[in-house]
């Protein structure tokens, strides 16, 4: 399986968050790209989505994002099955913090909507294990407070 992780931004949180998605992506693909987590799926999709600090707008650019489908790669045209999640930022959350600080709001974000699940899981898709493999791979970058 694939995971790709991107982001949908306004102003300069794309910039900022564009290191966090690139660096969870190639972290997430190289510790768990081989998994077996089923069949039904080809790529496990994370969005961030960091447009507006007004919650309910940044739910609307979310909707696009909480599905499962496919779709068809315009390189090798293959068709790709997937299943695609939204973590809500607010802006003002994520130009406020540090890098390292960012990336670890990130991490805690995408486990906390991992555990809510999809609307919809694909046939064969083993989404209890994928997620917790998924939070258990990204606990690294997680700073703990005690």
Same mark, same amino acid.
């Given at each position: 399986?694939?995971?790709?992780?991107?982001?949908?931004?306004?102003?300069?949180?794309?910039?900022?968050?564009? &290191?966090?998605?690139? =660096?969870?992506? #190639?972290?997430? *693909?190289?510790?768990?790209?081989?998994? @077996?987590?089923?069949? +039904?799926?080809?790529?496990?999709?994370?969005?961030?989505?960091?447009?507006?600090?007004?919650? &309910?707008?940044?739910? =609307?650019?979310? #909707?696009?994002? *909480?599905?499962?489908?496919?779709?068809? @790669?315009?390189?090798? +045209?293959?068709?790709?099955?997937?299943?695609?999640?939204?973590?809500?930022?607010?802006?003002?959350?994520?130009?406020?913090?540090?890098?390292?600080?960012?990336?670890?709001?990130?991490?805690?974000?995408?486990?906390?909507?991992?555990?809510?699940?999809?609307?919809?899981?694909?046939?064969?898709?083993?989404?209890?294990?994928?997620?917790?493999?998924?939070?258990?791979?990204?606990?690294?970058?997680?700073?703990?407070?005690?």
């Amino acid at each position: 399986m694939r995971f790709r992780v991107t982001c949908v931004t306004s102003g300069e949180t794309g910039t900022l968050l564009s &290191e966090a998605t690139v =660096r969870v992506q #190639n972290w997430l *693909n190289a510790s768990l790209g081989d998994g @077996n987590f089923g069949e +039904g799926v080809d790529q496990f999709t994370i969005v961030a989505i960091s447009v507006d600090d007004d919650t &309910e707008s940044n739910i =609307r650019w979310s #909707n696009a994002h *909480n599905k499962a489908g496919k779709y068809k @790669n315009s390189f090798t +045209g293959e068709s790709v099955r997937f299943i695609s999640f939204a973590v809500l930022l607010p802006p003002s959350l994520v130009t406020s913090k540090a890098p390292t600080a960012l990336l670890s709001y990130f991490c805690s974000a995408i486990m906390e909507r991992l555990k809510s699940g999809p609307k919809r899981v694909p046939k064969g898709f083993g989404y209890a294990r994928c997620a917790a493999a998924v939070s258990k791979a990204l606990e690294v970058y997680v700073e703990r407070v005690d």
